[in-house]
């Protein structure tokens, strides 16, 4: 079974970026460029894990993943320029299970995503 993913990124160029690799792992991915449809997206699809950005223009990314850990328990990636101590207490704090600074490794990103997935 291939496992789903959705990426929340508001920068169409990343949420590309992030799709290519994880494609070209054999993933399913579904693309959102803002809270409110991801929130959509998740109540929609079976998700098998979640990779979201703080920063975006309506919903940050930590009230996405705090909404998201009400319900749900599939894996949750931050992937954000929030580099702060704080903004990643924040982050595991609200229910995140890892959180990776931008600019990232692509290749680091799909390791990170094989180990939280292999952890279900």
Do not use: W
Request: hydrophobic share 45%; glycine share 4%.
């Amino acid at each position: 079974m291939k496992e789903t993913i959705l990426i929340v990124d508001d920068e169409p160029s990343m949420a590309d970026l992030v799709e290519i690799f994880l494609k070209n792992d054999g993933y399913t991915v579904h693309k959102c460029y803002n809270g409110t449809d991801a929130l959509n997206c998740v109540k929609e699809l079976e998700l098998d894990m979640a990779i979201l950005d703080v920063m975006l223009p309506d919903i940050n990314g930590f009230e996405i993943c705090k909404k998201i850990r009400e319900r749900y328990f599939f894996p949750i990636i931050m992937l954000t320029a929030k580099v702060e101590d704080v903004d990643k207490v924040m982050g595991f704090t609200m229910g995140a299970d890892d959180y990776i600074v931008k600019p990232f490794s692509p290749l680091e990103l799909t390791m990170r995503v094989k180990t939280q997935l292999k952890a279900l």
